[in-house]
T-cell receptor, first 108, second 116 residues
Framework: GQSLEQPSEVTAVEGAIVQINCTYQ??????LSWYQQHDGGAPTFLSY????GLEETGRFSSFLSRSDSYGYLLLQELQMKDSASYFC?????????FGSGTKLNVKP | EAGVAQSPRYKIIEKRQSVAFWCNPI?????LYWYQQILGQGPKLLIQ????????DSQLPKDRFSAERLKGVDSTLKIQPAKLEDSAVYLC??????????????FGPGTRLTVL
């Protein structure tokens, strides 16, 4: 089976840096994806890590350590519009298993 | 390019009634996914199609849920009869090939179902 753990909620101030962790236990693993979902909106793709290390896309970075079954999403220069839920998803072959999500609250 | 289309956006029914949701994926996308997202949880995959064939339906409650993608394009998800615990947002997503994780899923706006 698949099991993913993320913190349920994180609060940070505008302009700060925040890290959202994701640990997983899976019977098979291909990579780790991250999705953002605003309240009432659809999930949108942020990043994918197929190999160990850091992937950077603008203000967002994502990290994966296969040996530790661990990854994180790093958001820099936080903006109010970053307030949303963030989901990590294990990719196993062509299937996706989502975590329960981390609600990020950005305060002025 | 047009995104994933879903209808209806909202639906309220009473328990034991039937309901159907429709999804039209992005043109040219071979893989189509139906997810159930209960409030406060992550999306849970119900069924995955590759063209018009089922790739995975292991988490679909087959006694009450059914889905089809007859021509390998749009898809319909049906619940019959509905239960209170089916209240959720039903998300449709599509991807170009459904291959490795680098194949991005694009989600539709979802259908919010309330079962009374």
């Amino acid at each position: 089976g698949q099991s993913l753990e993320q913190p349920s909620e994180v609060t940070a101030v505008e302009g700060a840096i925040v890290q959202i962790n994701c640990t997983y236990q899976t019977s098979g693993f291909y990579g780790l994806s991250w999705y953002q979902q605003h309240d009432g909106g659809a999930p949108t793709f942020l990043s994918y890590n197929g190999l160990d290390g850091l992937e950077e896309t603008g203000r967002f970075s994502s990290f994966l350590s296969r040996s530790d079954s661990y990854g994180y999403l790093l958001l820099q220069e936080l903006q109010m519009k970053d307030s949303a839920s963030y989901f990590c998803a294990v990719v196993h072959f062509n299937k996706f298993y989502f975590g329960s999500g981390t609600k990020l609250n950005v305060k002025p | 390019e047009a995104g994933v289309a879903q209808s209806p956006r909202y639906k309220i029914i009473e328990k034991r009634q039937s309901v159907a949701f429709w999804c039209n994926p992005i043109s040219g996308h071979a893989t189509l996914y139906w997810y159930q997202q209960i409030l406060g949880q992550g999306p849970k995959l119900l069924i995955q199609f590759q063209n018009n064939g089922v790739v995975d339906d292991s988490q679909l409650p087959k006694d009450r849920f059914s889905a089809e993608r007859l021509k390998g394009v749009d898809s319909t998800l049906k619940i019959q009869p509905a239960k209170l615990e089916d209240s959720a947002v039903y998300l449709c997503a599509s991807s170009f090939s459904g291959g490795a994780g680098t194949d991005t899923q694009y989600f539709g706006p979802g259908t919010r179902l309330t079962v009374l």
